[in-house]
């Protein structure tokens, strides 16, 4: 029997470990997880026990969102295209039309944003779904082992810890789901860890940003072949259609056309439809106050960051000058904005350089906002999570 999906976790459950749906989370919860067919009812699932794990790290690390607290949001946006809902930057657009045109106008929208998520046998949403799927299994095991390990630690203990470093481990590498540099999650944790212990506020937060940006490395690189694509012109070949077959994500017959090697045109084809993929259609929802209807901001991944306010600063305070050399060494490997907000966006999803641009300067702009953890990602009426075929025992 899959998981039951209940309501989010926010609150006691989150806090102990257990979740909505009354199991702790373990590597045997998020197998099950893993296993679950339907794309929009996993989804829901990863993005509460990504919820849950970000409660659980934060009296480890302090205030600082964690990978898996980012995790949480970008799987909630994930999920908007995976079922073919109306996604945060459709609706930003048709709350600026005035107001007596909107309910004539919307399902026309609604049609239209459902009719493409339909398309070339719904490959595209069914992409996302799967490297959502293959991320959270690689990487949610290690937060709850982290997590059980240290989360009564009164002190460090190097012993302790080089023995929990040296048993993280990953997935087996496919050709979808590439081999990544285990190092960069084990410093990653390494950098959280040692976050665990920090008591000034300014150094933990450092820690925290870098563990968040090796681990943000890391992932990005595993799954750069389904982000290619999933945004590609065509990206239906990489999906393996028989039911009865547990892999679900193959390469069938020839490598799709993101996976090939390209002469000059078929570039410029692909570059320029990832182009304006990136800029017209993908957006990250993150709450600015604990209802996220009122409060939330919409940050367009192909313009950059928001414009900061008079007098504020495009990073959080506590982040604005670095000073740890790990953490400026990691920064430097990946940021392409020299601090200007336009700098910050991303040109093109589909490449990986572009997107850890976007990632690690959204993980400094954002990850010492409180809201992340006071608003709560899922709403079960939103989301018509009743309405979703539930999977067979």
């Known amino acids: 029997m899959q998981p039951e999906i209940t309501e989010s976790a926010s609150g006691e459950g989150a806090a102990n470990g257990q979740s909505s749906a009354g199991s702790p989370i373990d590597a045997s919860r998020i197998r099950q997880i893993y296993d679950i067919v339907d794309d929009s009812r996993r989804n829901y699932c990863i993005t509460e026990t990504y919820e849950e794990l970000s409660a659980r790290m934060r009296p480890l690390v302090g205030p600082s969102g964690s990978w898996v607290t980012f995790s949480t949001w970008s799987s909630r946006t994930i999920g908007y295209f995976i079922r073919g809902d109306v996604d945060p930057l459709l609706e930003h657009r048709l709350q600026r039309l005035p107001r007596l045109v909107r309910p004539a106008v919307r399902p026309f929208a609604v049609w239209g944003n459902r009719l493409l998520s339909r398309v070339r046998k719904q490959a595209g949403p069914r992409l996302l779904a799967r490297g959502n799927r293959e991320i959270f299994a690689d990487i949610a095991p290690e937060f709850v082992r982290f997590i059980d390990a240290f989360a009564?630690?009164?002190?460090?203990?190097?012993?302790?810890?080089?023995?929990?470093?040296?048993?993280?481990?990953?997935?087996?590498?496919?050709?979808?789901?590439?081999?990544?540099?285990?190092?960069?999650?084990?410093?990653?944790?390494?950098?959280?860890?040692?976050?665990?212990?920090?008591?000034?506020?300014?150094?933990?937060?450092?820690?925290?940003?870098?563990?968040?940006?090796?681990?943000?490395?890391?992932?990005?690189?595993?799954?750069?072949?389904?982000?290619?694509?999933?945004?590609?012109?065509?990206?239906?070949?990489?999906?393996?259609?028989?039911?009865?077959?547990?892999?679900?994500?193959?390469?069938?017959?020839?490598?799709?056309?993101?996976?090939?090697?390209?002469?000059?045109?078929?570039?410029?084809?692909?570059?320029?439809?990832?182009?304006?993929?990136?800029?017209?259609?993908?957006?990250?929802?993150?709450?600015?106050?604990?209802?996220?209807?009122?409060?939330?901001?919409?940050?367009?991944?192909?313009?950059?960051?928001?414009?900061?306010?008079?007098e504020q600063s495009l990073y959080a305070a506590r982040l604005h000058t670095l000073r740890d050399s790990a953490l400026i060494a990691a920064w430097n490997a990946h940021d392409r904005s020299d601090g200007a907000r336009r700098g910050t966006r991303a040109r093109r999803w589909t490449h990986l350089e572009d997107r850890m641009n976007c990632i690690v300067n959204v993980f400094r702009a954002r990850q010492e906002r409180a809201a992340l953890f006071e608003a709560a990602p899922l709403d079960v009426n939103e989301l018509n999570i009743a309405a979703l075929p539930s999977d067979p025992e």
């Open 152 to 310: 009564g630690a009164t002190g460090p203990d190097p012993d302790a810890w080089a023995r929990h470093r040296a048993g993280i481990s990953a997935e087996p590498a496919t050709d979808v789901f590439p081999a990544a540099d285990l190092e960069l999650m084990r410093d990653g944790f390494a950098a959280y860890y040692a976050a665990r212990f920090e008591t000034e506020p300014r150094r933990r937060a450092e820690l925290v940003l870098l563990g968040n940006i090796l681990l943000a490395d890391y992932e990005q690189q595993r799954v750069d072949p389904i982000v290619r694509s999933a945004l590609s012109l065509f990206p239906s070949r990489l999906l393996n259609d028989d039911p009865d077959d547990p892999e679900l994500l193959t390469v069938r017959d020839a490598k799709p056309w993101a996976l090939q090697d390209k002469g000059r045109l078929r570039t410029w084809i692909d570059d320029t439809y990832a182009f304006l993929v990136t800029r017209f259609r993908m957006a990250l929802v993150l709450p600015d106050g604990r209802d996220l209807a009122r409060s939330s901001e919409l940050i367009r991944v192909g313009l950059g960051l928001p414009e900061p306010g008079p």
